[in-house]
Every structure is written in structure tokens, then in C-alpha cells.
């Protein structure tokens, strides 16, 4: 492994997001070479603070996400339509009335589909 690959890696490894092979390909480098040993307890110990501070901000008031939820009922949250060009076909995820405010619909040619309700 290189510098620079391991260099790539460090950052998935500090946040315990790499596959354990290359976790344990990332430490054979690491162990030979000061400089990317440097870098990952750098990287470590900035995580390790990071995850301290936002463990020290206060939580939302409560009531807020249902406050939220009352806001958005209706709204469009997202949709992303490829055009009916393109065998009319579009996916859209919205907010609905109906308690749960996710919803998703799959449009072919016309027809809809639900493919997502949470
Ligand atoms: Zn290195």
C-alpha cells in the first residue's frame, strides 16, 4: 500500500467505516510508516473530539419534529422525474395526510406505482 492510498483510507478507519481488510491493510502500512501514522492518530483523536462536542450540544425541544411533521404535511419533499421522453417515468416522495409523513410513488407510462411508505 501506498502513502496515498493509505492516506485515502485513514478517514473511513477513524470513523470505523472500512471493511476489516482494509482496516488491517491500512495498520501494516501504518506500522512502518510514521508519517501515515502521524496522520491517523491525527485523524483519530479529531474524531474523538468531534464526537465529545456534538455529544455536549442540547437536544431539540420536544414537540419539534411533530411540529416539523405538521409543517410539511403536503409538501413535496423531493422528485425526480427523467421526463415522459423517457418512457415516462418519475419518482416522486412527498408528504401525505395520512399519519406517516413519507411516501413514495414510481410512475411507468402512466401508471403508479407505491413503492415507498413510511
Ligand atoms: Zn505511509
Request: one cysteine or more; proline letters at 6%; aromatic letters at 6%.
Amino acid at each position: 500500500m501506498t502513502c496515498d492510498q493509505a492516506r485515502e483510507l485513514v478517514p473511513f478507519y477513524a470513523a470505523r467505516s472500512l471493511p476489516e481488510f482494509e482496516g488491517a491493510a491500512l495498520i501494516a502500512h501504518v506500522v512502518g510508516c510514521e508519517s501515515c501514522q502521524k496522520d491517523l492518530v491525527e485523524t483519530m483523536r479529531l474524531g474523538h473530539e468531534l464526537r465529545r462536542a456534538f455529544a455536549a450540544v442540547p437536544g431539540l425541544p420536544e414537540g419539534t419534529w411533530l411540529s416539523v411533521v405538521a409543517n410539511t404535511v403536503g409538501a413535496p419533499l423531493l422528485r425526480v422525474d427523467l421526463g415522459d421522453d423517457l418512457a415516462g417515468f418519475s419518482v416522486d416522495v412527498g408528504a401525505v395526510r395520512s399519519g406517516v409523513p413519507i411516501t413514495g410513488r414510481l410512475s411507468v407510462l402512466g401508471r403508479e406505482v407505491p413503492i415507498l411508505r413510511i
